[in-house]
C-alpha cells in the first residue's frame, strides 16, 4: 500500500508539474521570445478556469451556466476567449515599457480576477464552480489519474513542439530582435507593434488553457485559487529557474519549483501547530532561495536561451 499511495503521489505531482508547465511557456512566449513584462497571469487564468468551468459545470444556483458541454469545448473556449481578452488589453497595455507595463497588466489582472470574485452570477462569488467535470474520471483510480497525466503530458508535448518550430521560424527570429532592439526592427521594416500583440495574444492563450486545465484538475474553482502567488508567481520563478528563451527549460523549471514547491509542502506539514500561520511565508522564503541561489550560478537558468542557428546561402 506504501509503494500505491508514492506512486498515486507521483501521478499528481507530475500531473501539477506538468500542467504549471503550460504556463510556463506562456510566459516564455511574452517574455522570452519578445520581453514583455506581462504579470498579469492570474487575469487570463481567471478568464481560463471560469469560462471552461461555467461552460462544463452542471447548473448551479450560485452561477450562470449548466450547459454541460464537453471537456474539449470548454478547453477549446478558455483559450479562445483569453485570447480575446487580452487583445483590447494588449492594444491598451504595450504600448508601455518594462515595468509601466508590469504594473498595467498586473493591475487589469486584478480587474478581472476580482470581478469574478465579487460579481457571483459570473463566476459564484465567494462560492466559485465547483463539480467541474474531470476527463477520464468515469475510469477506476488510478487509471483516471493516469490518463488524465498522459492527456496533459500530449498536450505539453504538443505546445512545446509547436512553440519551439514558431521560435526557429522567422516569426520567432523577429522576436527577438524586438526583443534586443525594437528601433532596429523598426529600422528594418518590421511592424513591432504588430509582433508584440501576437506574442501578448498567444502566450495569453496558453495562460488560459492552464487556468482550464487547472480547474478540470481540480474539480473546482474558487477566488482563493486565483490568488497571484499561485499563479503568476510560480510561473515566473518556474521560466527564470529553468531558463527564459529556453522553451525546454521552461518546462525542466517547472518541474522543478513544483517538486521544491510540494516538499516544503511536505516538511511545513509536520511543523508545530504554531507555526501554521508561518507556513506560508515559509514556503515563499524558500523558493525565493532557490531563485537567488539559481541566478548567482546560473544568470540565465539552468539551460539558458541558445538562439537557433540560421544557414547562411
Known sequence: MEIYGLFLFAVGFLTMAMIYAVASLGVNINWGFT????????????VGAYSSAVLTAPESVHHIGGF???????????????????????????????DYLAIATIGIAEILR????????LGGGPFGVNNIPRPFESLPTPWDQIAFLLLVVAIVGVILFL????????WGRVLRAIRENEDAAEAAGK??????????????????????L?????????????????VTFLPWVMLIVGGAGNNRGAVVGAILVWGL?????????RLPDDWALRVGYLRIFLIGL????????????????????????
Not at 114 to 120: D, E
Not at 191 to 212: N, W, Y
Not at 261 to 269: A, D, F, P, S, V
Not at 290 to 313: A, S
Open 35 to 46: 520581453g514583455l513584462f506581462n504579470v498579469g497571469v492570474a487575469g487570463f487564468f481567471a
Open 68 to 98: 454541460g458541454l464537453p471537456v474539449p469545448v470548454g478547453i477549446l473556449a478558455a483559450m479562445v476567449l483569453a485570447a480575446l481578452v487580452a487583445w483590447p488589453v494588449g492594444k491598451i497595455c504595450l504600448r508601455l515599457r518594462s
Open 114 to 121: 476580482l470581478t469574478f470574485r465579487n460579481y457571483q452570477p
Open 163 to 170: 512553440v519551439q518550430r514558431a521560435w526557429t521560424a522567422p
Open 191 to 212: 511592424d513591432v507593434e504588430k509582433f508584440r500583440l501576437q506574442a501578448f495574444i498567444l502566450g495569453s492563450a496558453l495562460m488560459g488553457l492552464f487556468g482550464a
Open 214 to 230: 487547472m480547474a478540470h484538475y481540480v474539480k473546482i474553482i474558487s477566488p482563493e485559487g486565483t490568488e497571484p502567488l499561485l
Open 261 to 269: 514547491w510540494t516538499m516544503t509542502e511536505l516538511l511545513t506539514g
Open 290 to 313: 532557490l531563485l537567488q541561489v539559481v541566478l548567482q550560478k546560473f544568470p540565465g537558468g539552468l539551460l539558458p536561451e541558445r538562439p537557433p542557428t540560421v544557414p547562411r546561402d
